[in-house]
Antibody, heavy 120, light 108 residues
Framework: QVQLVESGGGVVQPGRSLRLSCAASGFTFSYYGMHWVRQAPGKGLEWVALIWSDGTSKFYADSVKGRFTISRDDSKNTLHLQMDSLRPEDTAVYYC?????????????WGQGTQVTVSS | EIVLTQSPGTLSLSPGERATLSCRASQSVRNNYLAWYQQKPGQAPRLLIYAASSRATGIPDRFSGSGSGTDFSLTISRLEPEDFAVYYCQQYGDSPATFGHGTKVEIK
């Protein structure tokens, strides 16, 4: 079955960097667009980034543009999110999700999430 | 970006009752690319409905979606105990994809 397992979260100081990874299995990873979505404590869902299946196009929420970079390694069925210049407001659970098409679309399924806490 | 407004914020109902959740978009959603997700405490969201009215694999038929353009709704025909959760709508027709703020369905 389709499985997404995030890793790389933790506690980091403001201004520092963190790299999240998402290991995918159970489907042809290279065919699908992939998303990152986050959820701040007690808050709703916020879409963060999308990468198309061929990696040629990447899209970001305005709140992370210029600081976060989404990438994929199809040889390892892995999605990444490089997060630089982290801010306290980036504190959230970060979910990796599989799109329904090469260019993204809706999200299904979702990983279990990885917690990122930005605090001094 | 398209803003999605969900109402009500909280819905207090009893098991067996019908729930109707609303999601209104600030502009027309392209191709009615509107999805609904369910999230229970401590869990990741789960897809219920996509393309406004198509039920995702394995979703019971008591869940149904309807609407087009800017007005959409999710209906749960008869609430089961496991349906008490938070529900989010999402438009994925335009970038950036956006979510509503959610409707909490709680036990009355």
């Amino acid at each position: 079955q389709v499985q997404l397992v995030e890793s790389g979260g933790g506690v980091v100081q403001p201004g520092r960097s963190l790299r999240l990874s998402c290991a995918a299995s159970g489907f042809t990873f290279s065919y699908y667009g992939m998303h990152w979505v986050r959820q701040a404590p007690g808050k709703g869902l916020e879409w963060v980034a999308l990468i198309w299946s061929d990696g040629t196009s990447k899209f970001y929420a305005d709140s992370v543009k210029g600081r976060f970079t989404i990438s994929r390694d199809d040889s390892k069925n892995t999605l990444h999110l490089q997060m630089d210049s982290l801010r306290p407001e980036d504190t959230a659970v970060y979910y990796c999700t599989k799109g329904d098409s090469p260019r993204g679309g809706y999200s299904t399924p979702w990983g279990q999430g990885t917690q990122v806490t930005v605090s001094s | 970006e398209i803003v999605l407004t969900q109402s009500p914020g909280t819905l207090s109902l009893s098991p067996g009752e019908r729930a109707t959740l609303s999601c209104r978009a600030s502009q027309s959603v392209r191709n009615n690319y509107l999805a609904w997700y369910q999230q229970k405490p401590g869990q990741a969201p789960r897809l219920l409905i996509y393309a406004a009215s198509s039920r995702a694999t394995g979703i019971p038929d008591r869940f149904s979606g309807s609407g087009s353009g800017t007005d959409f709704s999710l209906t749960i025909s008869r609430l089961e105990p496991e349906d008490f959760a938070v529900y989010y709508c999402q438009q994925y027709g335009d970038s950036p994809a956006t979510f509503g703020h959610g409707t909490k369905v709680e036990i009355k």
